[in-house]
Nanobody, 116 residues
Framework: QVQVVESGGGLVQAGGSLRLSCVAS????????MGWYRQAPGKQRELVAV??NYADSVKGRFTIYRYNAKNTVYLQMNSLKPEDTAIYYC???????????????WGQGTQVTVSS
């Protein structure tokens, strides 16, 4: 079993900052990559940041940090805008101790709300 758990969401005023955290745990053999996606109401889920790739809308404001030793990834979000309001999901592409194939595991998501 693998668990991916996000934390750190909340309500913040425009211009403020939040830091999201994500930890993957369980029978993990190796994690290939970890990243962040988001889904706003009525919209499709979109990439926010994975590795060195960032959505154009967040470049210069968001930074992704990965701490490999602890199967953890962070998303530092600065200069937040109301359009950043969404549920933020962590994704880990990993291999378990029981399956040689790499698969994507998703967290339950954490709500980020930015007020104007």
């Amino acid at each position: 079993q693998v668990q991916v758990v996000e934390s750190g969401g909340g309500l913040v005023q425009a211009g403020g900052s939040l830091r999201l955290s994500c930890v993957a745990s369980g029978s993990i053999f190796r994690i290939n990559d970890m990243g962040w996606y988001r889904q706003a109401p009525g919209k499709q889920r979109e990439l926010v940041a994975v590795g060195t790739n960032y959505a154009d809308s967040v470049k210069g404001r968001f930074t992704i940090y990965r701490y490999n030793a602890k199967n953890t990834v962070y998303l530092q979000m600065n200069s937040l805008k109301p359009e950043d309001t969404a549920i933020y999901y962590c994704n880990a592409v990993l291999r378990t101790n029981y399956d040689y194939r790499y698969k994507a595991s998703w967290g339950q998501g954490t709500q980020v709300t930015v007020s104007s």
